[in-house]
């Protein structure tokens, strides 16, 4: 680094120096007797050549053989032996530099035998670094792996949804989280195992030990079938936290009211509710639910079945709807959709529509007044109508959603029969052109596309043709049933629809019943029997 500066001899006399230029400093001059390997001079000399700035050799220091030094090659190792670094010290002047295999064997001595980095090695011979400790060796870090962890794919403690404008909807919020047989739950990431790793002296450092962790599952969960690392419900429900463990709950219990402090219930298994519903609120499930107190002005709907011991108070919003029956206390301003409805008590101003049968009896005051009832075989009832002549109005003999499925039938065979007409009049008019010669290719391409829009609605035409004929059937079978009963007393005002005839009662009735004979509403004893 300092060629052009300082021109070293040394002879038994002493070690000379001579100045290769006129502008030499003192720091270049002890540099370059460090990199040259003289640690012993006389500093006096020295300062006196400097002043002199002598061209001619100037001796400064005698000759030491214990001074003069070979080079000296310094391997440190990191004391976690995962890298080694080495260093020089420049020997004298009239002595080699040391060579690469020096430096292995200097590694060698120090037991490095791992990772030793050639390039490193060269560059430190090549450049004769001495005022830097470059890494020459480097180990492999052991590769720590992973511990297996569960993965929620839902999550029991679900926070409350909020809308655009961060509001909590209390009404339609729910805390239930619901599961269906099959559905996934969490996953199971497996645990990774680590690498071990190798220190500079080859020794070996071993990767900590990863840790597997089971699924939390309680009951009503298990690995999916073929996939151990899938967690999946095998039942209906409701998913909780409970003894730290996911658990499927098949049936829901509340032991108070829904309210506010519950939210609404959308549930997949049954519901049993000890309070109220109240209004605004729903409970919707795919079981059967039974409900102790009353409902007010709220939306209850079951798959199964639903039973309410207190009754409905219905304020002209609340709404009932099961796939099976529906048993309750009583009905006031309500709206009801059922198999069959059973009423201990009065059902008043209610729209129902019914499959089968409403039965309302048992109860101190069992009675129909106000409203609409709609059934499909019979309306029973200890006292129908009010003294007050209030409007109530019974049908019966046709059950409403076949009666409408009906009417769907009827409109969409009639839209079919009328587009199949007009296709048939263009076809008509194209086949005649193509006989006389006259059908271009435009023309040629609407005849192909209406003549497989003739065969799509032919093919969509037959099944519905088959149901409303099945429908029919079972609509005639029907006829022969349909009955209106008041044990007590039907009073005026009352209008009953039996069968498609109506008839309006203008007396009162007593232990009656209204059928349907020879085209007519008859009356006939309360426990007639058709």
Wanted: glycine share 8%; proline share 4%.
């Amino acid at each position: 680094m300092y060629e052009g500066v300082l021109k070293l001899e040394a002879n038994d006399q002493g070690v000379w120096v001579s100045a290769l230029k006129d502008n030499i400093s003192q720091s270049e001059v002890l540099a370059c007797l460090r990199e040259n390997g003289v640690r012993k001079y006389d500093m006096k000399l020295l300062e006196e050549f400097l002043r002199l700035k002598s061209r001619s050799p100037f001796r400064i220091a005698p000759r030491d053989p214990l001074q003069e030094k070979d080079a000296q090659i310094l391997i440190r190792l990191a004391k976690d032996r995962m890298s080694a670094t080495a260093s020089l010290e420049a020997p004298f002047f009239t002595k080699p530099w040391p060579a690469e295999q020096d430096v292995r064997d200097a590694l060698a001595q120090k037991g490095v035998v791992f990772g030793i980095d050639d390039e490193a090695v060269s560059d430190l011979i090549r450049k004769r670094v001495l005022d830097d400790s470059p890494v020459v060796a480097r180990g492999i870090p052991p590769r720590e792996g992973k511990n297996a962890r569960i993965e929620l794919k839902i999550d029991p403690d679900r926070p409350l949804e909020v809308d655009e404008n961060e509001r909590v909807d209390h009404w339609n919020r729910s805390t239930l989280v619901n599961v269906t047989t099959g559905q996934e739950i969490a996953v199971k990431h497996p645990a990774v195992p680590g690498e071990n790793g190798t220190t500079v002296i080859g020794s070996v450092v071993k990767a900590a030990a990863v840790k597997d962790i089971a699924f939390p599952a309680g009951s009503g969960l298990g690995t999916a079938e073929g996939n151990e690392l899938s967690l999946v419900a095998v039942t209906d429900g409701r998913l909780v936290w409970r003894d730290r463990k996911l658990t499927v709950i098949p049936e829901l219990e509340i032991k108070g009211d829904i309210d506010f402090g519950v939210g609404s219930v959308d549930f997949t298994g049954a519901v049993r509710i000890k309070g109220a519903v109240r209004e605004g609120f729903h409970v919707i499930s795919m079981g059967d639910i039974e409900i102790g107190e009353m409902v007010e002005g709220a939306h209850v709907e079951s798959r199964g079945s639903v039973t309410i011991h207190g009754g409905v108070r219905g304020m002209s919003k609340g709404l009932v709807r099961a796939d099976g029956d529906i048993t309750l206390g009583f009905a006031d301003q309500a709206t009801l959709y059922c198999e069959n409805l059973y009423v201990k008590n009065a059902l008043l101003h209610s729209h129902a529509t019914v499959q089968g049968a409403v039965i309302v009896s048992g109860g101190g005051k069992a009675q129909i007044a106000g409203g609409r009832i709609e059934a499909g075989t019979e309306v029973s009832c200890q006292i129908l109508g009010s003294e007050m002549g209030t409007r109530t109005e019974i049908v019966v003999g046709i059950p409403p959603d076949q009666l409408e499925r009906r009417r769907t039938l009827q409109s969409e065979i009639a839209q079919h029969k009328e587009n199949l007409e007009k296709l048939e009049a263009n076809l008509v008019f194209l086949k005649k052109l193509e006989a006389a010669g006259q059908l271009d290719d435009s023309k040629r391409a609407i005849m192909v596309s209406a003549t497989k829009m003739k065969f799509q609605l032919q093919a969509a035409l037959s099944p519905l043709k088959e149901e409303l004929a099945s429908l029919e059937e079972c609509l005639n079978a029907l006829r022969n049933k349909g009955i209106v009963r008041a044990r007590e007393v039907c009073y005026p005002g009352v209008l009953i629809s039996l069968k498609g005839v109506s008839y309006v009662v203008r007396e009162a009735c007593k232990f009656s019943s209204f059928v349907v004979e020879n085209g007519t509403v008859v009356l006939k004893p309360f426990d007639y029997q058709l």
